[in-house]
């Protein structure tokens, strides 16, 4: 893994999908979000910094990097923002 050691992985399962998450450091949650088509992967410089101050969280989206790929369907709602944004409430 590359971030430090005070950082865990976990997978947490929402309603739709499982997490992949990293997390660590301690306060007030902060919650990083990959880009497309990026990764958790891509905070790992800035994350441990940001935990210095705050409960960094570093989710992998659904059908990103080691978070559940869950079937699509013709229109993708599965893949909507709408369905990622619940997914990222469940884990909070």
């Known amino acids: 893994m590359l971030f430090s050691k005070n950082f865990t992985s976990s997978t947490i399962k929402t309603t739709g999908a499982e997490i992949n998450v990293v997390h660590g450091g301690s306060g007030n949650p902060l919650l990083l ?12 410089a800035v994350a441990p910094r940001l935990a210095e101050n705050f409960h960094v969280i570093c989710p992998d989206l659904r059908g990103y990097g080691d978070s559940s790929k869950p079937s699509s369907t013709p229109n993708h709602y599965p893949y909507s923002k709408r369905e990622m944004a619940k997914d990222m409430v469940e884990v909070m």
């Open 33 to 44: 979000l990959h880009g497309y088509p990026q990764t958790h992967v891509m905070w790992h």
